[in-house]
């Protein structure tokens, strides 16, 4: 057996043997394959994660080559570590519903849980292959991982929207992050049942994509990449003590020349920890010609007194219960 799929099987059977999948195993490996209990190379590009209860939920775009060509796809996985994901379902398979034609897409979905109604609710980016119909789909269902159904497409307080990012806070408000190409990136507030986009909460004149928002420490930090498609740029982030501004200048991540380490922001993922509190930057490294080989690039940030910090990417372990991470040398 060949050395990759001896590597590959034995993930495969730590994942199901509760034994091994300790909470202490947790290591990543940025821009690697990154293998499911299957063995096969995580589909979640784009992404988001939910969690329910102590399982985190990783959705985004299952790119698969299997895939039928006319449906787009996103998939769920789950973790109870966030480095050793069981594969659970292909929650949308769907067919152009809203007539885009040949190209159709749907991208970074988001999945957001709305406790009045029970239902779990999926937001992505549904446009042509032109870019122009420019406006968020939402789906729904009633368990988790289980096959949304869709509800409709429109433009979010009827505005363009097209990389959509989704923002939880502290007090459990949710938040669409979107796109809007002629103006800049805005933060808009979910109604109560989180089926429409009720209220904006600031425009910020800045054009980016990718955008993710955390609140840490008192503070929110908001992140987005440059609008350079599939290729990678300087990521920059900005600060402010409420979602509705002031906001700061946006400075870089990491040193500029870098492009973030040939990846774009999707996600700005907090983890409470009984020690400290952390916060991962999840990013897409992009493989257009082979969407489903693109990697991943998680790391914990350096983050505090209004200052955020991208390190460079190595393997890196974290510690779900406490926080804490360490990066290797
Ligand atoms: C990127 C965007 C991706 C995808 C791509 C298409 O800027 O973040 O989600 O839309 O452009 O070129």
């Not at 097209?162 to 979107?178: H, K, P, V």
Request: charged residues 20%; neutral net charge.
């Amino acid at each position: 057996m060949e050395l990759r799929s001896l590597v590959l099987n034995f993930c495969a059977v730590a994942a199901m043997l509760p034994c091994l999948s300790v909470k202490s195993a947790a290591t990543f490996q940025p821009g690697a394959v990154w293998p499911d209990q299957r063995g096969q190379h995580i589909q979640a590009h784009g992404g988001g994660i939910l969690k329910v209860g102590d399982t985190f939920y990783w959705f985004g775009e299952d790119r698969s080559q299997t895939n039928q060509r006319g449906r787009r796809y996103v998939a769920c996985y789950a973790s109870t570590n966030l480095a050793q994901w069981t594969f659970r379902n292909q929650v949308v398979k769907q067919a152009d519903p809203e007539n885009l034609g040949r190209g159709w897409i749907l991208e970074r979905p988001k999945v957001f849980y709305n406790a009045p109604t029970k239902k779990f609710v999926l937001y992505a980016h549904i446009d042509n292959g032109r870019y122009n119909f420019a406006s968020v789909a939402v789906f729904t269902c009633d368990t988790v991982d289980g096959d949304y159904q869709y509800l409709k497409s429109f433009r979010p307080l009827g505005h363009e929207s097209r990389d959509i990012g989704q923002f939880i806070d502290d007090d459990g408000a949710a938040y669409l992050i979107f796109e809007d190409r002629p103006f800049g990136f805005r933060i808009a507030k979910l109604s109560a049942d989180y089926l429409n986009v009720e209220k904006e909460m600031c425009l910020i004149p800045q054009h980016m994509e990718g955008g993710a928002v955390v609140h840490y420490d008192g503070l929110y930090y908001a992140i987005g990449s440059e609008l350079t498609g599939w290729r990678a740029n300087p990521n920059k982030y900005a600060t402010a003590k409420s979602l509705a501004g002031p906001w700061s200048e946006f400075k870089d991540i990491a040193p500029p020349e870098k492009n973030t380490y040939g990846s774009q922001s999707t996600m700005l993922l907090k983890i409470a920890g009984t020690k400290t509190p952390r916060v991962i930057f999840m990013g897409d490294i992009w493989r257009p010609q082979t969407q489903w080989d693109s990697r991943y690039l998680w790391m914990p940030l350096e983050i505090g007194g209004g200052k955020l910090t991208l390190p460079e990417p190595r393997e890196w372990t974290l510690d779900i219960t406490t926080g804490e991470t360490k990066i290797g040398k």
